[in-house]
């Protein structure tokens, strides 16, 4: 009787919209696919899409939140508790991208059936984002765990403690020189995807935040001697022109109508929710300037419906804006820094650091400066990253780097702890080789 | 191949049939045996034949039958009688009444049994209960009915989705609901759904009429459940629906008609009480001098308004006094060879809310045709059709209801009555008038339950049936969301529309063989074997289009952008195999075996077949001869049961790895999804269950009470890896909940006065279980709710407790202030939080378990009373012990807290406002360093026990002399009140409430969530 109603093939029920991941990735095609799905992590509205990028504004001096998730007011306020989901939220994404970019190199060695051209771009590719994303967590949360081993069953699962923060730094400039080898240097690639010069620049980056300040002043300078990259004419450009035709980008995120982000509707007051607006300070300083003719002012944040508008991510629309990552305006002021630092404060700065400053400053129609000590070079270095880059994820490690996240953001004496975010609660929890959380919180 | 079979072996049957030769006629007539009245609509039949007709009005019949026949007579309620025609002519017959009918049948998993003879805890509730309520689905109707099942409606939206929990919650993330069994087919229930409606879902299950609804049996424990094997473990409610019989065809017209109201209208500021505690809060934190005056708030705070304040009751713009009606008509009948019923109904309720409706058009044909004396064929199908506009509901921005509360006052509706310009009347929140009127939001229902069986009795006792069964459900939802008002989600995109679809079909085959006999008299033995297969499909797909020209243009055609759009189909199967026996000895001593094995495409490829045995036992000591003295007692029945049952509600292909797409560059991309857990299996509960049936004078009192241990294990459970491993966990078996309890059913009848006609019954049923959280992974508390951690599920604890920080009132004066909780910021006039720890200060480490929204005891109490021709039904339901948390107060009681302009309830009249001012309400402050609205903290958790006068149904059927004038077989009319009165120390607006809808975990959190309604409606039943 019972093979009147049943045979047991009714129980072969296969997904169908997704595929088993045996056989997933087999061929170039297919690895490709999977190193596309890495950057896709990285759209997450928890990191560049929007939070984690936006964060490093709201826990400094650039903008605030206004709305009524506690997460978001935890960073606006600088008070961050352990069991802040977002971070949390935040941290799990940015694992994610480094396990699938993990997963995709270990493919990339395996697969016999590719050339070694292929093999090298696409590990390259990898490499980059694995040593991108390592210095994003380090440098909002200490000592963190530097996985290089891909998670894919339950055997594999690891339970790393933390790696000292000098260890990751060492591990992303391996990571990052190994991927600017493997990608090569000769020529411009298509921003949206990691290339050779987008390692170069970012390690100027992370050198710089390190205090390698040669080797920072020496990668800015590979970039911006490679001629790849010219600064963009009109400032307003830069958040208009997109991909390739962006000549200043050397390294973004693509988002599209199909792949959005939530970075428009965030600062938007026409709509409900969770927004972000410049701080009124911050407002200010673009307003002073403007004074000057900054042209930055004006392509960088508007007045609407009494709220202080960030506009480089206009596109509410479509949430379709791109997130610049790195470009060249960075690498002249990268260059400018690490002279200036290497330079006794009290001396005139050289006049290359006053050149790339200027560089800075004539573009947005700020006359030039004419001399300057290091120390004034720095201090007006800081002030156009502020004007420069707000809104695009550097003011929180500036004021780190800069030293002065007790002066701007009162983290003086016992709230100095908060330099650095708390390890996710629940993360100590299941995995307690990430004690001891970080102190003070 | 089979199925060709089996129609030949049915077209062979017909034709035999049809060789019958007939010889003589029989008259006679049918009387009843009590009264002598003739009784229309009698069965008689020619023994092994299909031969047969049925008694005429005066109780007359003429046969044609061979001269051996013998005549059966078969009546619904009375005995049959089998009368050889021996050469006679005409055959008077006596019917007497049916003793052995009056017990109650009950509906069990494949069949029936009678109550004497269940051995295992189940539930009744029949048709005249829940008929004529003015209720959407069949769930709100069991609401307090049957003890050990926890209704709850969560709000009052139409057709909104119920939490029903029978013997508390078994499962943290598996599915919580019972399975629901329609005429023998599992109904597809739970919210397909593909908009965002805030926290409350719909609710497959209303399409269902209640009123095509004969009787609901609730399978309670391990032994009555387990033949539903892996889907059984939070109880299965059996539905049967109205079949014909064997007389004239009867119609029934029922109507009702009547308005809903809001039972209790929340208490809130009016526009000068909130300008002035505005304007205070802001002079308290220095944001305004001492002498400001409300307008320079609004220059500070809007940069000025461009309208007159006013003074707006907002709640009052968006409720209303709603309509519902319910018209149906119904006919049924049949003769001795084909009995049908059919009914047709339209149900309409409008929300209280503007902008929600719940229509309902649905028709039922259940028809039973007997082809021979051994072979039957059957169908039951139901169509029907809902419109369900619906509203943004609670925890969203964009809800009319949950707007209206936080809608500041001194804002008019309009900028101009004329041009109906929308004002933006908060500063995070839309206007709630705009939100219920400018929105389509219309979800429509195409359902089509049916299935179709034929059985054939190969030996006395031995019945073979094979049944097909579909249930289908298409839900096409609309939405479209203009930018005529200020803040409107759509504003950024030109206006946005959406057309999403969902169609989920459920196909069943089954074949069983049951068997019954009795053996010399006293060994009886009943049981039923068989084999089902299922099937499940759901399609889903959905197409949003952005720009639009205008608010004239509505649908994704008319879009300028077509910008997202999505199809997807997901299948799972179930291959089942289950079994019963029952052995009765002298009905004295009882004992019931099921099994079932179920093979699910849900488990991993180590565990693809699940076991679910039960073993139960009775004895009816009432049936000893000890007993026989006791001439007091009618019934005095000892059962136990044992026996396990699964849950496989646990997501499809979580076993698997998989990869799935994960684009950029507007290319296509993939990456793995989840770590495969080969070994995910069910999850088991192991029910111990002991009662006792006791009646007592010839059942007139009659007592049902039960206790019972079920303890979950392998719960299906999201086990955390560290996230550095770039997954939060993986689907596994882990942990375990236990839920015991007791059962308390007492029916009585207290008077039954034949001479005067006065009746009085009275149902009362209460239940206590205990819900405990026994393991969870490494012992880990899980928190979740607003903020991450309002409620905790925690070893030793029920699922549903509240987390935070203890309050204790108000600090009265500055000196009452430790020095080191001053030094956190706070002054006279903040919330006193306790220092759990005692390390002088507020932290994270002094939060605490602060309440629990599992109830002591919930139950029901039902009072029927009737006179001549007067009937009254009472009904109170209650819930005691039960804690509500209330985040929205956090908001409510604002104060003028972190800049909201949300206006607040009247209760914040009583604040602090000076040093020595004693209250429990603190000062209006802005900055609020002691962060007094904490959402999480006991202020805001308040005692949720309700009793609450559910139903009164008062009704008159005129008498028989007068509706025979009126050609009428009867006439009731009826007033009817749902909800009428309510006692309660919650003040909030209704204590049953769960903004979070039928979620597992999260229950008695009240987040601006939609009140249920206070029902008055007029009715009239009419039977043809």
């Not at chain 1, 199909?258 to 600062?267: E, I, K, Q, R, V």
């Not at chain 2, 014909?244 to 208490?267: E, L």
């Not at chain 2, 099937?535 to 077509?562: H, I, L, W």
Request: include cysteine; hydrophobic fraction near 35%.
């Amino acid at each position: 009787m019972g093979s009147f109603t049943a045979c047991d093939d009714v129980l072969d029920v296969e997904p169908t919209t997704a595929i088993e991941a045996e056989g997933a990735v087999i061929d170039f095609t297919t690895l490709n696919r999977s190193a596309l799905g890495t950057y896709s992590i990285m759209q997450s509205d928890n990191y560049y899409g929007f939070r984690y990028l936006l964060y490093q504004d709201v826990y400094a001096d650039n903008l605030a939140h206004t709305g009524t998730f506690t997460t978001d007011r935890e960073v606006s306020a600088r008070r961050i508790n352990a069991s802040n989901l977002q971070l949390s939220s935040t941290w799990a994404t940015m694992y994610s991208a480094i396990n699938r970019a993990n997963i995709v190199i270990r493919d990339a060695d395996r697969l016999t059936n590719i050339t070694d051209e292929q093999r090298n771009q696409i590990k390259g590719e990898m490499l980059f984002i694995r040593g991108l994303v390592h210095f994003d967590l380090v440098k909002v949360f200490g000592d963190i765990p530097y996985i290089t081993t891909p998670t894919t069953t339950i055997e594999e699962i690891q339970v790393l403690g933390k790696t000292p923060v000098s260890q990751v730094y060492d591990n992303v400039i391996a990571d990052l020189q190994q991927a600017e080898s493997l990608l090569g240097t000769t020529a411009r690639r298509d921003p949206r995807r990691a290339s050779g010069l987008a390692a170069a620049a970012l390690q100027a980056r992370v050198q710089l935040q390190r205090g390698n300040n040669a080797q920072a002043e020496a990668k800015a300078d590979q970039v911006i001697e490679s001629d790849a990259f010219a600064l963009v004419n009109n400032f307003g450009d830069l958040y208009t022109n997109e991909g390739i035709s962006n000549v200043e980008s050397i390294f973004e995120l693509d988002f599209t109508l199909n792949d959005a982000n939530s970075l428009g509707t965030a600062s938007d007051p026409t709509s409900a929710g969770q927004k972000f607006y410049l701080r009124a300070d911050a407002y200010a300083a673009l307003e002073a300037s403007a004074e000057n003719g900054d042209e930055r002012f004006e392509a960088t944040t508007r007045i609407q419906s009494s709220r202080r508008r960030l506009l480089k991510y206009e596109d509410i629309a479509n949430n379709a804006d791109n997130v610049i990552i790195i470009r060249l305006a960075e690498m002249y002021l990268i260059r400018a820094e690490a002279r200036a630092r290497q330079g006794a404060a009290a001396l005139p700065a050289a006049p290359q650091v006053i050149s790339d400053i200027n560089e800075i400053r004539e573009r947005v129609n700020l006359d030039p400066l004419l001399v300057l000590t290091n120390a004034q070079a720095l201090t007006e270095i800081l002030e156009q990253r502020r004007l420069e880059f707000i809104g695009e994820g550097l003011r929180f490690t500036d004021l780190k780097r800069y030293n002065l996240t007790c002066e701007v953001l009162g983290f003086c004496d016992e709230e100095a702890f908060r330099n650095l975010w708390p390890i996710p609660l629940q993360q100590i929890e299941v995995n307690p080789n990430l004690a001891p959380q970080n102190p003070g919180y | 191949m089979k199925k060709g079979l089996l129609l030949s072996f049915l077209l062979i049957f017909v034709l035999v049939n049809g060789a019958w030769a007939q010889a003589q006629t029989v008259t006679g007539r049918v009387t009843s045996a009590a009264n002598g009245q003739a009784l229309p609509g009698v069965t008689v039949l020619e023994k092994g034949t299909t031969n047969g007709i049925t008694t005429g009005v005066d109780g007359d019949y003429r046969l044609n039958v061979q001269p051996n026949a013998t005549l059966v007579f078969r009546f619904i309620g009375m005995t049959t009688q089998e009368v050889p025609v021996s050469g006679r002519s005409t055959i008077n017959v006596a019917l007497e009444a049916d003793q052995k009918l009056l017990q109650e049948v009950v509906v069990v998993g494949y069949g029936t049994q009678d109550r004497r003879e269940v051995t295992g805890a189940t539930s009744k509730v029949t048709s005249e209960t829940i008929q004529n309520l003015p209720v959407v689905g069949v769930d709100q109707a069991l609401q307090g009915r049957a003890a050990g099942v926890q209704i709850s409606q969560n709000s009052g939206t139409p057709g909104g989705g119920i939490s029903v929990r029978v013997r508390g919650s078994s499962s943290i993330s598996a599915s919580n609901q019972p399975l629901y069994v329609v005429d023998g087919v599992p109904l597809t229930s739970g919210d397909y759904s593909q908009l965002g409606y805030g926290g409350q879902s719909v609710n497959a299950i209303s399409d269902l009429n209640p009123n095509d609804i004969e009787s609901i049996d609730v399978l309670k424990d391990a032994s009555a459940a387990a033949i539903y094997g892996s889907r059984a473990a939070n109880g299965v409610v059996l539905i049967t629906t109205k079949r014909g019989s064997a007389r004239k065809t009867q119609i029934n017209f029922n109507a009702y008609t009547g308005t809903q109201s809001m039972w209790k209208k929340p208490d809130f500021l009016n526009a000068n009480e909130y300008s002035e505690i505005m304007l205070e809060a802001y002079k308290n934190d220095g944001y305004l001098p001492a002498d400001a005056t409300f307008n320079d708030f609004l220059d500070f705070y809007y940069g000025g308004v461009d309208f007159e304040p006013t003074d707006t009751d907002w709640i009052d713009a968006v409720t209303r006094d709603a309509g519902i009606s319910n018209y149906e008509v119904s006919l049924s009948g049949g003769d001795a060879k084909t009995r049908y019923y059919l009914s047709g109904s339209y149900f309409d309720q409008k929300g209280i809310v503007i902008g929600s409706r719940y229509e309902r058009y649905s028709s039922r044909l259940n028809l039973d045709h007997q082809a021979s004396d051994k072979f039957t064929i059957g169908t039951s199908v139901q169509l029907s059709r809902s419109d369900n506009n619906r509203i943004v509901s609670d925890n969203t921005l964009y809800g009319p209801f949950a707007n209206s509360l936080a809608a500041s006052p001194i804002f008019p509706i309009y900028y101009d009555e004329t041009t109906k310009e929308y004002t933006r009347p908060n500063y995070f929140y839309t206007n709630p008038v705009a939100e219920g009127t400018e929105n389509d939001d219309i979800t429509q229902n195409l359902r089509a339950i049916g299935n179709a069986f034929a059985r054939y009795t190969v030996l006395p006792g031995l019945d073979i049936q094979v049944k097909g069964g579909i249930d289908a459900l298409n839900v096409d939802e609309r939405r479209y969301t203009p930018t005529n008002y200020p803040g409107s989600s759509a504003t950024s995109v030109g206006g946005s529309a959406t057309n999403a679809t969902a169609t989920v079909t459920k196909l069943l085959l089954e074949t069983t063989a049951s068997y019954n006999k009795t053996f010399n008299d006293v060994h009886s033995i009943s049981g039923v074997i068989g084999a089902s297969t299922e099937q499940d499909r759901r399609k889903s797909a959905f197409v949003t289009g952005v720009g639009f020209p205008g608010e004239r243009f509505r649908y994704v055609a008319s879009a300028a952008r077509v910008n997202s759009g999505s199809n997807a189909v997901v299948d799972n199967a179930l291959l089942s195999y289950f079994g019963r026996v029952n052995y009765n000895f002298q009905d004295r001593y009882l004992l019931g075996i099921n099994f079932r094995a179920d093979g699910s495409t849900r488990f991993g490829e180590e565990n693809r077949f699940g076991y679910f045995p039960s073993v139960s036992a009775g004895w009816r000591v009432i049936e000893e001869d000890f007993m026989s003295g006791l001439d007091f007692m009618s019934e005095l029945k000892l059962r136990a049961s044992y026996g396990i049952t699964g849950n496989q509600g646990i997501p499809d292909f979580a076993y698997q790895a998989l990869y799935v797409g994960s684009n950029y560059q507007d290319q296509p991309g993939i990456g793995p999804t989840q770590i495969p857990n080969p070994d995910l299996k069910w999850e088991e509960t192991q029910q111990f269950n002991v009662g006792a049936d006791l009646g007592f004078f010839n059942n007139r009192l009659n007592i049902a009470a039960d206790y019972y241990i079920k303890k979950t294990n392998d719960l299906l459970f999201f086990r955390p890896t560290p996230t550095q491993i770039g997954y939060g966990g993986y689907q596994s078996n882990i942990g375990s909940v236990e839920n015991k309890g007791f059962e308390l059913a007492i029916n009585t009848v207290n008077i039954d006065n034949r001479d005067n006609g006065f009746n009085w019954t009275t149902d009362f049923n209460i239940a206590f279980n205990r819900n405990k959280v026994l393991e969870l992974y490494e012992g880990q508390d899980i928190f979740y709710g607003f903020g991450g951690n309002s409620l905790v599920l925690r070893e030793g604890e029920p699922i549903g407790t509240f987390y935070g920080f203890k309050s204790d009132g108000v600090y009265s004066t500055t000196d009452e202030i430790p020095s080191t909780i001053a030094a956190q910021g706070t002054q006279a006039g903040d919330v006193r939080f306790v220092d759990v720890n005692n390390d002088g200060t507020i932290t994270d480490d002094d939060l605490t378990i602060i309440g629990s929204a599992q109830p002591k005891f919930v139950g029901g109490l039902t009072n029927n009373f009737r006179y001549k021709g007067f009937d009254l039904n009472i009904f109170l339901q209650f819930s005691q012990g039960n804690d509500i948390a209330n985040p929205a107060h956090q908001y409510q009681q604002h104060l003028g807290n972190d800049f909201l302009d949300d206006n607040m309830l009247s209760l914040v009249r009583d604040r602090w406002q000076q040093e020595g001012d004693i209250t429990d309400i603190p000062r209006a402050t802005v900055d609020d360093l002691n962060n007094n609205n904490r959402s999480n903290s006991s202020r805001f958790i308040y005692d949720g026990s309700y009793l609450r006068v559910k139903n009164v149904i008062l009704g008159y059927s005129l008498p028989t002399s007068v509706t025979e004038r009126l050609k009428m077989r009867s006439l009731r009319v009826y007033a009817q009140a749902q909800n009428l009165f309510t006692f309660t120390d919650y003040p909030g607006f209704d204590p049953e409430v769960n903004f979070a809808g039928t979620s597992n975990t999260t229950l008695g959190v009240d987040f601006y969530t939609f009140p249920q309604t206070r029902t008055i409606t007029f009715g009239v039943n009419v039977g043809f």
